[in-house]
């Protein structure tokens, strides 16, 4: 903040909002370093990685910055595979953990030589095969992998959500089944290095954590070749800027004692690996829009803005007044003492297009601009465009530089509009 408006290192929201449009997600490169550096250091244990999960926010430009830090890549997919690979990552930085793989998605990661954890026996013994196969005419290849553990409430005394387990949990081997998968490795010439667990999503208590950590390497000691234990993610990002964060230091301390007993028990190191997402991305972006209209509905005021779920599908998904909680602050009236009460809502015809409730907000008038914080995770990579949203622009600033990710979608008339002739239409 300088002088009542929101800045982005030099820059204020506003002028970036009326260069390059809305609406409008920018990201700040010292802030990811910043959250990486916090997050590394905190785990005093060695070795360790951190696997930054991708789909949080896959643009190259910030996967550039995460790369000259040091981080490593969880990615879900032979598209993210290549997207990690544009970015610069090699291969050995780059690691899978997904469900139901396809076939030649797979035989496309045993080339490449990346470590997979698998869902499933079925997806060991269709590794096995198709490494029986590629072994006929490429001698080199990586029969090394890992095994995702079914962790839930039944296994760790957490839920798998946040809320009570309600679903059919999917996910994982059980811990009944290690037997069948230490014969299927057997069967096929693998090894088993490493276990891989998660169970919630943007938890803030650490407890859960570490009694998942805790039956990570009590599955671990079933396997003698182990090379890593992998805690997996989940960790929290508050809703609002001024709760109290996610505390590393202390999580940072307990696994890393965890870690050392771990290696104890192994008679030797063990790789050390988490995947942080959210936590390391979110307060590195914010969404910015465009006061488009007000409206008066007797006992509340909607804010419309150009932008709907479409666009920002967090508030949306995970609710607007509970997980899917975002701060929203006017762009230039930091410090007011006028305040209203506003509902923002999207600029689309659908009922439950919300973006923010009963927010307190200086008096704003149309053509002002609205920043969303904590948007640099599960924004625009989780964009439909539904139902005709514009394209939001990306810009990613680092110290001077402003550097264009992509631009806002232009709605400039088609050629055959302007000079008033037919289209081909009908």
Partial sequence: MANNHLKIEKFKASELAEEFGTPLYVYNAEQIRTAYRKIYSSIQYEPKQLHYAIMCND????????????????????????????????NSKISVTTTNLDKEDMAMF????????????EEIEKYGKLLKQIKKRQTNV??????RI???VKATGQ?????????????GIKRDKFDKAKNLARRYGLKIIGVHGYIASNMMDIKPFLKLNKYLIDCAK???????????????????????????????????ELMREASKHFARKVNLKIEPGRSLMGDAGMLLVKVVNIKNMDDWIELG?????????????????????????AADKLINKKINFYTICANSVLQSDYLAE?????????????????AGAYGATMMSLFPGMRKPGEILIDKEKIMIISKTESLKPAESFRSGGRDSVG
């Fill in 59 to 90: 643009r190259l430009k910030i996967l550039k910055v995460l790369r000259e830090q040091g981080s490593y890549l969880q990615i879900n997919s032979a598209k993210e595979y290549l997207i990690a690979r544009n970015a610069g990552f090699p």
């Fill in 110 to 121: 045993i080339k490449n030589k990346i470590q997979i954890n698998f869902d499933s026996l």
């Fill in 142 to 147: 990586n029969n090394k992998i890992g095994i």
């Fill in 150 to 152: 079914f962790a839930h």
């Fill in 159 to 171: 839920y798998i959500t946040n809320k009570p387990y309600k679903f059919k949990a999917r996910v």
């Fill in 222 to 256: 079933e396997f003698e070749d182990i090379e890593y234990i992998n805690f997996g993610a989940g960790f929290g990002l508050p809703p609002k800027t001024t709760d109290q964060g996610f505390d590393w230091q202390n999580y940072g301390k307990c696994v890393s």
């Fill in 305 to 329: 803005v150009d932008c709907g779920f479409g666009v920002f599908a967090r508030p949306y998904i995970y609710g607007w007044k509970s997980g899917g909680y975002h701060d929203v602050v």
């Fill in 358 to 374: 009963d927010r307190k907000l200086p008096k704003v008038n149309i053509g002002d601009i609205l920043a969303f914080l904590r």
